[in-house]
Structures are given as C-alpha cells and as structure tokens.
C-alpha cells in the first residue's frame, strides 16, 4: 500500500511540477493543475482529474471538467530516486486533453470548446466541439481549430465565422 502511495504521490509531484531544477525550469516552466479527484495509473502513463480542473504552465491557463495527461518516457534520462531501476528515463507529460466546459486563455486570448487536446512538445492545441476564440476583438469560430503557440498562429477548418470589431482611431 506504501508503494502504491508513493507512486501516486512521484505521479503528482511530476505533474505539478514541483522542485523543478533552475536550469529546467527556465526551458520548461513547471505545471501547476488542480481538482477534485486525481487518479493516477503508472502502467499506463496516465493521470485523469475530475471536478474543477485548472491548469496553470506560465502563460497558459486551462479550465476543465475532465483532464487526462499523458506521460512519455525519455529513456536518455537516468532513473529518478522514485522509480524501481527496471522503469528507466524521466517521464514528461507529452499530451493533455481537457474534456467538457474548456477554456483556455493565453496572454490577451482566450477560446471556448467541449474538447481540446494540447500536444506539449509541438506547443499545439487541437479545439473541437463548437470553439470559440477572441482576441483583440475579433471572435473566430468554427468546428475545429488549431492553436500553434509557438508560432502565435491558428487555422480553422470546416467553415468559419468571424466578427471583428474595429477600433476608433485605427
């Protein structure tokens, strides 16, 4: 029971980023996510919350009903103090889908949908399930959007509709 604890506590700790190293901190700025219940799985590489998520990694912010985050394995790294010498690598979240009432904002944006899914390594979010996004005044929505965050980009697919409300003086 002590190992099983202590594993779901490593998971925890992993996800929320805590006593991240300088050096990694400032590549990879640690992550903050809370809930009502969390519920690890270490086969897997899972862990789902539920009720109130918020997640919180430097700029971006996301609110959800339900959120699964996914681990991938960087089998370079040595093993940490909490994993068994067979587990090998240091696990990263690789991909995080938010389910039900989503909504994310990032710097002066925010959008609106049923599902998104965020592909960290790529710093891509997939909206599908009515997104709605804003940003200084222009709203854009359609049935599937694709927010590329490093490149401060969006496509939508499927139709559109855009309002844009223009500003005085511009």
Known sequence: ???????????????????????????????????????????????????KVHFIQADLVVDADEMIVRFSTDQSAQPTESQSPGQGGKRKISVIEAKGNVVIVKGEGKATCGHAVYYKDEE??????????????????????????????????????????EQEGI
Do not use: C, H
């Open 124 to 165: 891509r979010i997939i909206l599908t399930e009515s997104p709605v996004a804003w940003q200084g005044g222009t709203r854009v929505s359609g049935p599937k959007m694709t927010m590329y965050l490093k490149e401060d980009r969006s496509v939508v697919e499927g139709g559109t509709n855009v309002l844009i409300e």
């Open 1 to 51: 029971m002590i190992g099983i604890l202590r594993n779901i506590l490593a998971i925890g700790l992993l996800v929320i980023g805590v006593i991240p190293s300088s050096a990694i901190a400032a590549k990879n700025p640690p992550t903050t996510i809370t809930s009502e219940t969390m519920i690890a799985n270490n086969k897997a590489g899972t862990v789902i919350f539920k009720g």
